[in-house]
């Protein structure tokens, strides 16, 4: 039984010892996915290039409940084991609507003979919330005695690991993408190496859920786990996770903590356990509980940018060679897989938006030789068979898909005329793009680059950002004027910058992105869009001179 100076999850170490229930992987192929074949594509949508991943032995998945625990406010209860049927039944007299449930980890000290796919589709239409927890290896210097503990040497690979093994478990018990799983990690106390394996393995664990379309909680105490999210929270290459679950055993039923500010995980991204081990009776069932606060809400969805279809943000460039990459986004960083060539016939090349309408995110590119204009449909892990949208355009400067600037949800096309500097409205129609309209007079030959940033002030219309060619000053115009001749500067001097690019809500914080190459470091870095102008940068990857972002 836990004590009160050593808060914890029930599950790891609750009316028995720590068991070891199975071995955790320690490698996983990175993108492998089993049964599908990848491929490289070239821009005339021809296959390159196929190989094909290992098969795996297929199963019958449980029926999706939609994503756990959705929204929810109010208290919950965790008990070490699920409940069964008739004790749920009369729960339902208590103050509780949601409850823990301990889904799988080497760690997990309880059996389960009641969770199953069938008691949580029933707990669910009861109208309980559940929130699941995983409970796998420790940190090194673990104070709970735990077995099975993370390795600092193959932290990362053992937090994928996790993190693969807890989405297979959850997806068995039928709970759907956008769940947040909740890995427990308990009191530790050691050296500098313990603490950067804890954060090593949390940040893989994040980062492999969001690639499998998850959302990412951590539990832990607040003076080891929490207070080392929070000073990493921010720093390069560590992945945040999506939500925390603070314990702190104080019967004071708040999310506000000194141990987190209140500007970090704000707006529905908390939970705190504010009383550990104690029996409470409703309904005439008594169970042994902990108790919780929870105030939890799913994240906002980037409206563009994703390519992959897992719920992040993506980056799409093309190198020196004609090498068309996806830099897969997990909201802090990005892993680089390459998915065509030959992308080096076209001079121009664009993205940000679903022109087609099927839910996929598009490209538009201009052949160099023909000076056509065509349409590339994305899938997910490269794109479909090209369609030519239009012709004889080898003369229109800064072609840019804007998102949707008509209204009509449909991603659109601008581009400035050279010989006027007028930047015409090429609105799209899911097949190809109507007649051209000028957007106001103003001469855009005095900017040097131009992008489509989605939609930036809840309009619903897709907003652009320009950089003035002499100045270096970075201009957001809002689509909601039609005549884009209102603007508002959002950065003095963005001198260094190039490639800039629109990202979508790359860390889905509800605000949209731009991304950029700068020249004097090389890196590739992110800048939210803020009412007051750009916020600080945070760098996404290096070495990306010669590159051009889509």
């Known amino acids: 039984m ?127 919330k559940l929130i699941p927890v995983y409970v796998g290896p420790q940190a090194p210097c673990t104070t709970t005695g735990a077995k099975n503990k993370i390795t600092p040497a193959k932290a990362a690979a053992e937090g994928t690991a996790a993190a693969s093994d807890a989405v297979a478990k959850a997806k068995a018990l039928g709970l759907g993408r956008e769940s947040v799983l909740i890995y427990d990690m308990e009191k530790y106390s050691g050296d500098a190496t313990c603490r950067q394996a804890v954060l090593t393995f949390l940040s893989a664990w994040t980062a492999r859920l969001h690639d499998l379309s998850y959302l990412s909680g951590v539990y832990g105490d607040a003076a080891t786990t929490i207070s080392a999210l929070v000073k990493a929270r921010g720093t390069a290459g560590f992945v945040s996770p999506d939500h925390v679950d603070l314990a702190r055993w104080d019967n004071v039923a708040t999310l506000t903590d000194p141990a987190v500010p209140a500007d970090h995980w704000p707006g529905s991204r908390r939970m705190k356990q504010y009383r550990g081990p104690h029996k409470e009776t409703h309904g005439g069932v008594t169970i042994n509980i902990d108790s919780n606060q929870v105030d939890f809400a799913p994240l906002p969805r980037t409206p563009a940018g994703d390519f992959t279809g897992n719920g992040w943000s993506d980056v799409l460039a093309v190198d020196a060679t004609g090498a068309l990459t996806v830099w897969q986004g997990n909201g802090t960083s990005v892993t680089a897989r390459r998915i065509g060539t030959g992308w080096q016939a076209m001079d121009a090349v664009t993205r940000l938006g679903d022109f087609t309408g099927d839910g996929r995110e598009d490209l538009i590119a201009r052949e160099r030789d023909t000076a056509a204009l065509w349409l590339y449909p994305g899938t997910g892990t490269g794109h479909g068979t090209r369609t030519r949208i239009g012709t004889d355009w080898g003369t229109p400067q800064e072609i840019t898909m804007a998102g949707d600037l008509t209204g009509d949800g449909r991603a659109d096309v601008v581009a400035v005329q050279p010989d006027t500097g007028r930047l015409l409205l090429h609105p799209g129609t899911g097949t190809g793009l109507g007649t051209a309209t000028a957007l106001g007079t103003a001469d855009w030959r005095t900017m040097d680059e131009i992008t489509g940033v989605g939609d930036t002030d809840g309009d619903r219309i897709g907003d652009l950002v320009a950089r003035v060619r002499e100045t270096g000053a970075l201009r957001l115009y809002s689509g909601r004027d039609q005549t884009l001749e209102t603007y508002r500067e959002i950065h003095p001097d963005a001198g260094t910058l190039t490639q800039l690019t629109g990202a979508g809500d790359f860390d889905r914080d509800g605000t949209p992105d731009l991304l950029a190459v700068d020249t004097a470091t090389g890196d590739l870095v992110r800048y939210p869009i803020r009412a007051a102008g750009l916020g600080a940068p945070a760098r996404l990857a290096r070495d990306m001179i010669g590159v051009s972002l889509l």
Request: hydrophobic share 45%; with cysteine.
């Open 2 to 128: 836990p004590t009160p100076d050593l808060p914890r999850r029930r599950s790891a170490t609750a009316r028995r010892a720590l068991t070891a229930a199975a071995a955790v992987v320690t490698t996983l192929v990175a993108g492998a996915v089993a049964g599908i074949a990848a491929a490289e594509t070239g821009p005339s949508g021809g296959r390159v290039a196929a190989v094909a991943t290992p098969t795996a032995k297929r199963t019958i998945p449980a029926r999706a409940t939609g994503a756990s625990p959705g929204t929810y406010r109010g208290k919950a209860f965790d008990a070490c084991t699920a409940p069964s049927a008739a004790q749920m039944k009369a729960w339902a007299k208590s103050p509780y609507r949601a409850l823990v449930v301990y889904f799988g980890g080497v760690g997990r000290g309880c059996k389960q003979p009641n969770l199953t796919a069938s008691w949580v589709v029933a707990r669910m239409a009861a109208g309980w």
